[in-house]
DNA sequence: TCGCCCAAGATTGCATACAATTTATAAGGT
DNA sequence: ACCTTATAAATTGTATGCAATCTTGGGCGA
């Protein structure tokens, strides 16, 4: 049962803030299940707060898509479907490629270096996947990194609120748990190239690496096993 | 002095919803000016509605983009300024083209057969602006059902929120005043364009020309003169 | 005269009580 | 047996009071 901590660190927080942050982290780690319903009184008493930032938080969180409103029901947990997926994949296939290629006519030079630091972290990682049982999770929060940090250079607060809001509640269901080693390898050798692309002054290029890379991650997860051999 | 309806029709909505929407149309018709703060006992009192109310709906404009919270100080209208017009136009020249394409492989009859309507109804109205003085707002709100229609015939529920959170914010600023009658025509030829594209079952034809719809638009508003005989 | 500090005012943040609405339950009639 | 209706329970919706925090203005000292 974990209780709120009052003053976790130097750095105060409303209680709106933190019922917002547990709760999120609750519906990520399960214990808030997919349906179930999130009564303001039950949330109330278990975090040790009133109604009134519940009610907040819970509000937050319907507008960012991890809950959904039943009216005098209370809300719920949303069930993620194949149409969520596919939805989800559709934007991200469009708005991360405009990320990457806003990213590459503006980005800073620190910015760039930042992303070469992880891109070679990732690529060191990737070799130790068979010894180290901790790196496939240490690949994916750099992955998540990269993207971000590339999202960021984009210079369009509203695209990276987008993608931060529409990426975030999927997440859950994509790690690097199912990439064998070639998968892990070209992936990485994306990232690789993203910069490179970037580097040469070419957003297409960039552009259109970053959809391979995703359409890349979309075919291992819905494998269709067309061999043209067969 | 706008007072909240009681009951404005037989639908009850609660007291948020209310407010929000009063706020929503204050600051389109520039009630509220930008950069002007929002203090919620004084948005209570005018309202004659509670503080309660007031904060969920004021949380809510600042999760759509209306409002930007500043902590302790209150809610500030948002000032648009050149660089929100640039972000919002790259989203849309994004996410609407990808709207199209996926509006065009899956659309019911019934909703292409709206759309037709409302392109016909466009293009008899676009032969009356020099009569007519009304014509070019009535233009403009078919131009926007046209647009909504065709991104809920898109069958993703995200990207249709994205689109509506995204461009309602910028819709102060774009109507039909500055469009000359060679324009309008082009504009409503785009329109007839999308159709025919979608009837010919091209997804990719569909998106091209609500790409140039929108470039065409754009250009309207940012006059780059230049001519190439020059 | 400039900078620092303290206090008062203003504003949001939170808690609690109450009202309104809906849903669930059970009883009664057909 | 099933549908209707009334009643009670549960839940959200709203109002209000108080606490916490920040901003602002003035006074004091260097």
Redesign the pocket.
């Known amino acids: 049962m974990d209780a709120i901590p009052a003053n976790s660190s130097s750095v ?1 927080q ?3 803030a933190r019922v917002h942050e547990v709760i999120k982290k609750r519906i990520l780690n399960g214990h808030y299940q997919a349906n179930e ?1 999130l ?3 039950s949330v109330a008493s278990e975090l040790n ?5 519940v ?2 938080a819970l509000r937050e969180l319907v507008s960012e898509g991890w809950l959904e409103a039943i ?5 719920r947990v949303v069930a993620w479907t194949a149409k969520d997926a596919r939805e989800v994949f559709e934007l991200r296939l469009v708005l991360e490629p405009l990320a990457v290629r806003l990213a590459s006519t503006q980005i800073s030079k620190s910015c760039f270096k930042s992303l070469e630091i992880l891109a070679t972290q990732m690529e060191s990682l990737t070799e130790q996947v068979d010894t180290n049982t901790e790196s496939r999770s240490d690949i994916a929060s750099l992955n998540h990194e990269f993207h971000r940090t590339l999202i960021l250079a984009s210079n369009n607060q509203r695209l990276a609120n987008l993608l931060e809001n529409v990426v975030r509640t999927s997440v859950i269901h994509r790690n690097f748990g199912n990439y064998d080693l070639a998968n892990l390898r070209r992936s990485m050798r994306h990232h690789r190239e993203i910069l490179e692309a970037i580097a040469a002054g070419s957003p297409e290029w960039a552009e259109n690496v970053m959809r391979a890379h995703l359409l890349a991650a979309q075919a291992l997860h819905v494998p269709h096993t067309n061999t043209p051999s067969g």
């Open positions: 105060v409303t209680a709106t319903y009564r303001e009184t707060v009133s109604r009134t930032p009610r907040e009216p005098h029901r209370g809300a």
